[in-house]
């Protein structure tokens, strides 16, 4: 039979929410509590833990010792794990219920998030889809924290070690203004666009993605907009104000104004991007969220096939 221990989860949760909240009277306020009844919780689990697990300064907040850190970690699986359990007698057996947080790169939301918020969304109606669009700056830390469950990104470089999975793969591609005098080629040389104006998504990672293209050619873009919406690329190429490179292949052969592009193979072939889906690699994903990625496992993604 196993010992019930002293600590209790009210105990914990204070630990973590003065961690993430740096400082006892933030914690306090999002809590609703006294800063008074939460210092004398963190005290008693020092005490019940046999060590202190913060140093608390009046004038530099409360910050974790080594000790806190390790029960910290502990602390965050334990309340999932007491969340989860409360929801299982929620729903039905074998229904799913919960939230789950998805994070997707800009550029891949109008690709990834309409069939997981209406074709999953209906399959399970009790599972709350809550959508995050980020940048891959924006990522660090919040896949392993659990403020994110599953994100999709492209497969460059995310922060920290998550587990992830493969889900396509696409070529960049030229992209024209359907009365560009290169239009009727059938594939665009690199070389052959440099003295032209580019108009360059510039957001992580796809701004670097893009000139990579170019530098590993040993050559430069004349670059005349620089924008953070793919829309907004799509349509200054439609107006003629110069060519896109892009990865992302939608459905839509015309721009947000309805101005008809073009896209083009890049010869010679440039290596293709992974999209990935990515998730915790430090406690197993809830049930909801493996049903997710199953999910996307099966989607035959619009474009996918370059």
């Known amino acids: 039979m196993w010992e019930i221990p002293d600590f209790t989860l009210r105990q914990l949760s204070y630990l973590v929410a003065v961690t993430d909240a740096g400082t006892l009277a933030a914690a306090a306020a999002q809590l609703h509590v006294s800063t008074s009844t939460l210092s004398d919780a963190l005290t008693e689990l020092d005490r019940i833990m046999g060590t202190p697990l913060t140093v608390r300064r009046r004038a530099h907040g409360a910050t974790l010792t080594p000790a806190g850190h390790l029960v910290v ?12 359990l409360a929801r299982v007698l929620e729903g039905e057996p074998g229904e799913l219920v919960g939230p789950i947080t998805i994070a997707c790169y800009p550029t891949l939301s109008p690709t990834i998030l309409p069939p997981l ?3 999953f969304g209906e399959a399970h109606p009790r599972v709350d889809l809550i959508m995050r669009e980020v940048t891959h700056d924006q990522l660090e830390g919040r896949i392993e924290s659990g403020d994110i469950d599953v994100a999709f990104v492209y497969e460059t470089l995310v922060p920290g070690n998550p587990s992830r999975e493969r889900l396509f793969s696409l070529p960049a591609h030229v992209l024209l203004a359907v009365n560009d005098p290169f239009a009727n080629r059938p594939t665009i040389r690199l070389e052959d666009v440099t003295e032209r104006d580019l108009i360059l998504l510039d957001a992580p990672p796809s701004s670097e993605h893009t000139l990579s293209l170019f530098r590993e050619r040993g050559i430069t873009p004349r670059i005349r907009h620089r924008t953070s919406s793919y829309e907004a690329v799509r349509t200054l190429v439609g107006r003629g104000l110069g060519y896109g490179v892009l ?4 459905e839509n052969p015309a ?3 309805g101005y008809p592009v073009v896209m083009k193979e890049i010869s010679p072939a440039v290596r293709p991007v992974g999209v990935d889906v990515i998730w915790s690699s430090s406690h197993a994903p809830t049930p909801r969220v493996e049903a997710l990625i199953q999910f996307a496992r099966d989607v035959e993604w619009p474009g996918s096939r370059a």
């Open 73 to 84: 970690a502990h602390a965050r699986k334990l309340l999932l794990s007491a969340h989860e």
């Open 117 to 119: 918020l209406h074709d």
């Open 247 to 250: 990865v992302q292949r939608p």
């Open 255 to 257: 721009s947000y104004e």
